[in-house]
């Protein structure tokens, strides 16, 4: 399987402040790349999805991928309590997740 | 965007007998769809690829004799865990494409089924 890597965490911020999660993968033909949040016992849900370098919002979500570089980030700006989960990247399909990094956001 | 269901949510069974899970894509067609296995506090690992109309695709160490797959149509695909033992346990979730829509790249997941045996 090919292999993203992701810091696990976990991974504590302030509310309100920027929470920034990195990841890198292995191979160099992922074209399309997708941050999933899942939050405990529930199934992932999918929030961002990029395919072209550079960065990507989507209200208080920015992706940002470097093909170059071979990394893929999500920060979330005013990061809320109910921010607190597990985000997952992967590429490509059929998706294949590291560990994720597990966020945790303290009001 | 595309909703994919699960049935049952949750399911406990004796050790030896089968379980069948369905998946099924609500609103859109779905050629492919995945299974995922997710143990307590790991990740989610990749069991294998339905294709409708074909055999599925199955990961490296998963036995395809004890998890069978049947894609049967463009929205259902049913993963059955045979002779169930404890350590089959596990959260068990569908995903799929929808390959018409404008996000024909995106995977879109199911509830999860939680399956417990006993």
């Known amino acids: 399987q090919k292999e993203v890597e992701q810091n696990s965490g976990p991974l504590s911020v302030p509310e309100g402040a920027i929470a920034s999660l990195n990841c890198t993968y292995s191979?160099?033909?992922?074209?399309?790349f997708f941050w999933y949040r899942q939050y405990s016992g529930k199934s992932p849900e999918l929030i961002m999805s990029?395919?072209?370098?550079g960065d990507k919002e989507d209200g208080r979500f920015t992706a940002q991928l470097n093909k170059a570089s071979q990394y893929v980030s999500l920060l979330i700006r005013d990061s809320q309590p109910s921010d607190s989960a597990t985000y997952l990247c992967?590429?490509?399909?059929?998706?294949?997740f590291g560990k994720g990094t597990r966020l945790s956001v303290i009001a | 965007g595309a909703v994919v269901s699960q049935h049952p949510s949750w399911v406990i069974c004796k050790s030896g007998t089968s379980v069948k899970i369905e998946c099924r894509s609500l609103?859109?067609?779905?050629?492919?769809m995945f299974w995922y296995r997710q143990f307590p506090k790991q990740s989610l690992m990749l069991m294998a690829t339905?294709?409708?109309?074909?055999?599925?695709?199955?990961e490296q160490g998963v036995e395809k004799d004890k998890f069978l797959i049947n894609h049967a149509s463009l929205t259902l695909s049913t993963l059955t865990v045979t002779s169930a033992h404890p350590e089959d346990s596990s959260f068990y979730i569908c995903?799929?494409?929808?390959?018409?829509?404008?996000?024909?790249?995106?995977?879109?997941f199911g509830p999860g089924t939680r399956l417990t045996v006993l």
């Open positions: 992967a590429g490509n399909t059929p998706l294949v």
């Open positions: 191979d160099r033909g992922s074209q399309s």
């Open positions: 339905s294709n409708e109309g074909s055999k599925a695709t199955y």
């Open positions: 609103d859109f067609q779905a050629t492919t």
């Open positions: 990029i395919y072209s370098n």
């Open positions: 995903s799929a494409r929808d390959w018409g829509g404008a996000s024909y790249n995106e995977q879109f």
